[in-house]
């Protein structure tokens, strides 16, 4: 089975702009994973922030993007407010099913 | 507006099946074109997909837990079904439902704690 990679933990100045990233070890991430991004805060389920690749919802901050980048999935913070500290897993789709990264703490300090 | 909410034991002795139930409203599974799917999350640590069922039969289980699970659809009850064998302390988690699609966002439901005692 597939594993799903992401940084363990970031930390990132409040304003700052950092780029949390996904891969995999079946090779390059590519839109037919279709990428999805959740957050999740400290005692709460996670909510979806992106998916296929770079859809948002209707509750997802502006300063939040997702792409592509460089053989991975990638989601972009700009301007980060001090409410963006949690933990972000992404998840990707393969032939034979849905595989979660370990997730990236990130830390606005 | 789609909810899903998971029912359920809290707590199941070791050895023994873990079984939860996902109620859906707002949506129906009988006539949608979604993947309904269960995801975990032991304290402490980060998300495991469970598996998932499209309505017409097919389903897809994590690898390292599919001898154990079972996930089923009741259409009249518009409800999914998770279903895990001969549980340990390791199947100690919050367990979530979801609705997704590839191409389209996943649903959350709120999750539900799910303790395993010796």
């Known amino acids: 089975q597939a594993v799903v990679t992401q940084e363990p933990s970031l930390t990132v100045s409040p304003g700052g702009t950092i780029t949390l990233t996904c891969g995999s070890t079946?090779?390059?991430?590519?839109?037919?994973?279709?990428p999805y991004w959740f957050q999740q805060k400290s005692g709460q389920a996670p909510r979806t922030l992106i998916y296929?690749?770079?859809n948002k919802h209707s509750w997802t901050p502006a300063r939040f993007s997702g792409s592509l980048l460089g053989g991975k999935a990638a989601l972009t913070l700009s301007g980060a407010q001090p409410e963006d500290e949690a933990e972000y897993y992404c998840l990707l789709s393969y032939s034979t099913g849905w595989v979660f990264g370990g997730g990236t703490k990130l830390t606005v300090l | 507006q789609l909810q899903l909410q998971e029912l359920g034991p809290g707590l199941v002795k070791s050895s023994e099946t873990l079984s939860l139930t996902c109620t859906v409203s707002?949506?129906?599974?009988?006539?949608?074109?979604?993947?309904w799917g269960w995801i975990r999350q032991s304290p402490g640590k980060g998300l495991d997909w469970i598996g998932s069922i499209y309505y017409g039969g097919s389903t897809y289980y994590n690898p390292s837990l599919k001898s154990r699970v079972t996930i089923s659809v009741d259409t009249s009850k518009n409800e999914v079904s998770l279903k895990v064998m001969s549980v340990t302390a390791a199947d100690t988690a919050v367990y979530y439902c979801?609705?997704?699609?590839?191409?389209?966002?996943?649903?959350w439901g709120q999750g539900t704690l799910v303790t395993v005692s010796s």
């Open positions: 979801a609705r997704h699609r590839a191409g389209m966002t996943l649903y």
């Open positions: 079946t090779g390059a991430v590519t839109s037919g994973h279709f």
């Open positions: 296929d690749t770079h």
């Open positions: 707002g949506d129906s599974i009988r006539s949608s074109n979604y993947y």
